[in-house]
């Protein structure tokens, strides 16, 4: 389990922007070395020469998480780059804001390749690096769908509830071999997410976006307090009132936190 961040290394997905940038920003202020993978290159560009500062590297890859193919070449680039990995930030996703019955097949699909199986290839191409050291450390961002479900929502919620089952399992097996495995669960945050996602309607999108823009936390504090809290190694990292309650309802009155979720749609109207 990573001990520390200054002089290590870590691969960052999604890190052109929202969570990603915000934590790719925190893991630099702390003085570790990033590889950042994102599909957005013009987001990357931007945002490397911010970070690659005070002896910091700092590289930049272009890769769909989805395809393991494409991870195992980012893979080869990175060990030439740094030679190692010592935490690897699982942070790629795709939103959606669409009632299943009009989601395609193909939407669908590709919101479980890149939000669920992004996570498993990010694991498997880069696990021989996490254990060459005794000090690996995976940290997979899951929602609080991943508990209760919520109208909208079926193929985002059914992403992060297998990357929460995914990673449970993947941290009793890894538990002897020095690399920790956690589960982030953010709360909810204003990023660009929600306005790129797919959606079936802009209205329900535009209301979306306003209500995380109101409630939302900021992707720095989540940042910041999830690299604090990860050094322990916990099995879930949560931040903010609203996830804590959250998820105490959910395992004491699962009938209870689902009439709230349906309450809160109602008041949010998406």
């Known amino acids: ?24 920003r925190a893991l630099a202020a702390r003085k570790c070395h990033l590889a950042l993978i ?15 500062e005070g002896g910091i590297v700092v590289t930049h890859h272009i890769a769909d998480v989805s395809s393991q193919q494409d991870l195992e ?12 990995v010592h935490l690897l930030v699982n942070n790629a996703a795709l939103s959606e804001s669409a009632s299943f019955s009009i989601t395609s097949s193909a939407d669908f699909e590709r919101i479980i390749q890149v939000n669920f199986f992004g996570v498993v290839h990010g694991c498997r191409v880069f696990l021989p690096f996490l254990q060459e050291h005794a000090e690996g450390q995976i940290l997979n961002v899951s929602s609080c769908f991943a508990w209760v479900g919520y109208a909208g929502k079926s193929a985002y919620a059914s992403s992060k509830a297998a990357i929460r089952a995914f990673s449970e399992c993947l941290r009793l097996e890894l538990a002897g071999l020095g690399v920790g495995v956690s589960v982030l669960y953010p709360g909810p945050m204003h990023t660009g997410l929600v306005r790129s996602g797919i959606s079936d309607s802009l209205e329900r999108r535009e209301r979306e976006d306003r209500f995380l823009e109101t409630r939302g936390i900021s992707p720095e504090r989540v940042a910041s307090v999830a690299l604090d809290k990860l050094l322990a190694n916990p099995s879930r990292i949560l931040i903010g009132f609203d996830y804590r309650a959250l998820d105490l309802l959910a395992r004491l009155s699962p009938g209870l936190a689902e009439q709230s979720m349906r309450l809160g749609a109602m008041r949010a109207k998406f």
């Not at 994102?38 to 690659?52: C, H, I, N, R």
């Open 73 to 84: 070449r980012v893979a080869i680039e990175i060990g030439s780059a740094h030679g190692t």
């Open 38 to 52: 994102d599909v957005d290159f013009s987001g990357l560009e931007k945002t490397v020469p911010e970070l690659a």
């Open 1 to 24: 389990m990573v001990r520390g961040y200054e002089g290590r290394v870590a691969i960052v997905t999604g890190a052109a922007n929202g969570l990603g940038r915000a934590l790719a």
